[in-house]
């Protein structure tokens, strides 16, 4: 089956702007994560989803950081008023249930002017 | 709390050599532990995962890893590096069992393999 898929592949955009990002998980995955992967902060994770529970948003970095999961399946990281430092690759991985294997998608390279 | 330490952001290799990418753990409760394999441009790939079965842990592409509780490591090897093998390799760390199951990430290693 697919994978996990991520829009768009790039996002260029200018500081200040609006980013939203998506993430299409593998179809039956209860549970959804996002990192982010930068050359200064190596891999971080920013927050994750299962099922019905309340998000843990312990790994976004600002309040410019938000994330929803509609029905389950899709989601989408929006940053706020990008910052150059809000350039990065971002990550979505999902698993089946809490402690199985999370599998990547390829990533959004975020590149803030 | 997890943390790991990868020991050597950069590893070269000759092909057909021995690779042997470290990693060190810390962590409060029995840990799950992680090897991923990053190619240029693409996202993570899992080569193999502990989870307190068998501490000689088998993955793919030939690759290895053993949990060694005493020495707080969990280094993976090869006994013959590939060409193909030359990529970015990240440790990780994570705690079963309790109300999410982040992945925290060591800095990862650069491997080169020489011709």
């Known amino acids: 089956g697919a994978g996990v898929s991520q829009s768009p592949s790039n996002k260029v955009t200018e500081k200040g702007k609006d980013v939203e990002l998506r993430c299409d998980p593998i179809?039956?995955?209860?549970?959804l994560y996002w990192y982010r992967q930068s050359l200064g902060q190596g891999l971080e994770f920013l927050i994750y989803?299962?099922?019905?529970?309340?998000?843990?948003k312990s790994g976004l970095p600002s309040d410019r950081f938000s994330a929803e999961r509609t029905g389950g399946s899709v989601s989408t990281l929006t940053i706020q008023r990008t910052q150059q430092e809000d350039s990065a690759v971002y990550l979505c991985?999902?698993?089946?249930?809490?402690?199985?294997?999370?599998?990547f998608g390829p990533g959004t390279r975020l590149t803030v002017l | 709390a997890q943390s790991v330490t990868q020991l050597g952001s950069h590893v070269s290799v000759s092909e057909g050599a021995l690779v042997l990418l470290r990693c060190n753990y810390s962590?409060?409760?029995?840990?799950?532990l992680f090897w991923y394999v990053q190619y240029p441009n693409q996202g993570l790939q899992l080569l193999l995962k502990?989870?307190?079965?068998?501490?000689l842990v088998k993955g793919i592409n030939g690759f290895e890893a053993e949990f060694k509780k005493s020495e707080t490591s969990f280094h993976l090897t090869k006994p013959s590096a590939h060409m193909s093998d030359a990529a970015e390799y990240f440790c990780?760390?994570?705690?079963?069992?309790?109300?999410?199951?982040?992945?925290?990430f060591g800095t990862g290693t650069l491997l080169a393999v020489q011709p």
């Open positions: 991985a999902s698993s089946f249930g809490i402690d199985n294997e999370q599998f």
């Open positions: 179809s039956g995955h209860t549970a």
């Open positions: 989803f299962q099922g019905n529970s309340a998000p843990d």
């Open positions: 962590s409060s409760v029995p840990p799950y």
């Open positions: 502990y989870t307190s079965a068998a501490t």
């Open positions: 990780a760390v994570s705690a079963p069992g309790g109300a999410t199951n982040k992945l925290i």
